[in-house]
């Protein structure tokens, strides 16, 4: 601004956002008219991130990478491969979703000795989340992987619920056994023939 003037405001706020004028006057007779466009942004939060292993064989490693912005606001998101941005990766082993937040790779397993840097920002902040590839790989995958110990602790308690429950339908047929020969007074046969 002229002589180094400056207007400084603190403590902004989302609802701040919006035209400010200012008016300058360089002489008693000369008056310039200034306007100036403000946008209040908040701190991108770390993006929620998710990542799973379709399927691995000795020649193709296909793994799902998901990164999403959260908080209010719009956010971008953009991808990277080590040093390569997303125009440079190559769309033939990558494929990305309309919306920027979910990534396909599809690489051989020798290559998977790389990192996926996804950005999530405005243009006031930005965060950025890693994806180590050769971890989720032998690991079969990130946050979202449900481990061998897992899937063993699950198998047991399926394996306890479905004896639990043999056992309670042999206990309620044997009561209902029970009650059915000893309980039931005897009706003796009628000589007549029923009818139809």
Known sequence: MVNATALRLRQLQRGDSGVF???IKLQPALVDDQSFNL???EGV???RTRSQLLASTLEWCNLTLQCQGSGRGAVNVTWRRDSLAWGELGPGRHQLSPDGTTLRVALPPS???VTY???VSNPADHKVALFDLQSLGQGGGGQS???TSGYVVLSLILVAVSLGGAFWCWRVNSEKAAEAGGDSPTV???PFP???
Do not use: D, H, L, Q
Request: hydrophobic share 30%; with cysteine; proline share 17%.
């Open 21 to 23: 004028g200012a008016r």
């Open 39 to 41: 946008s209040v942004y």
């Open 45 to 47: 939060p770390s993006p």
């Open 111 to 113: 290559a998977t000795n």
């Open 117 to 119: 840097a996804c950005t």
């Open 145 to 147: 992987a449900f481990s």
């Open 188 to 190: 003796p046969k009628s």
């Open 194 to 196: 029923k009818f139809p």
